[in-house]
Nanobody, 121 residues
Framework: QVQLVESGGGLVQPGGSLRLSCVAS????????MGWYRQAPGKERELVAI???????AYVDSVKGRFTRSRDNDKNTVYLQRDSLEPEDTDVYYC???????????????WGKGTLVNISS
């Protein structure tokens, strides 16, 4: 099995900084794509940021320019960072990855359990 574990959520004041981490572990042969989604109560889950190269299919980030992503391929880790947070950034953030395991010959999508980010004073 492949597992995705998010960390870094919690209570952050408006204007503060956000840095989330997602680590993929398990029977991993290769990671084709990793990215971040968010979901507010009563809303649909939406894309925040992805690593464009290697991601199939490609998606447009609806909040491009507000969030920054980075990736450490050797550690199977992806990050999400933003400064000057706003109350509307309050959401549950989910990590997503398309991963090929050692026992498979194609990739499958996996989701983390999510981490809550609450922007409030």
């Amino acid at each position: 099995q492949v597992q995705l574990v998010e960390s870094g959520g919690g209570l952050v004041q408006p204007g503060g900084s956000l840095r989330l981490s997602c680590v993929a572990s398990g029977s991993i042969f290769s990671i084709n794509c990793m990215g971040w989604y968010r979901q507010a109560p009563g809303k649909e889950r939406e894309l925040v940021a992805i690593s464009t190269s290697g991601c199939r299919p490609a998606y447009v980030d609806s909040v491009k320019g507000r969030f920054t992503r980075s990736r450490d391929n050797d550690k199977n880790t992806v990050y999400l960072q933003r400064d000057s947070l706003e109350p509307e950034d309050t959401d549950v953030y989910y990590c997503n990855a398309n991963v090929r395991s050692w026992s498979a010959y194609s990739g499958s999508n996996y989701w983390g359990k999510g981490t809550l980010v609450n922007i409030s004073s």
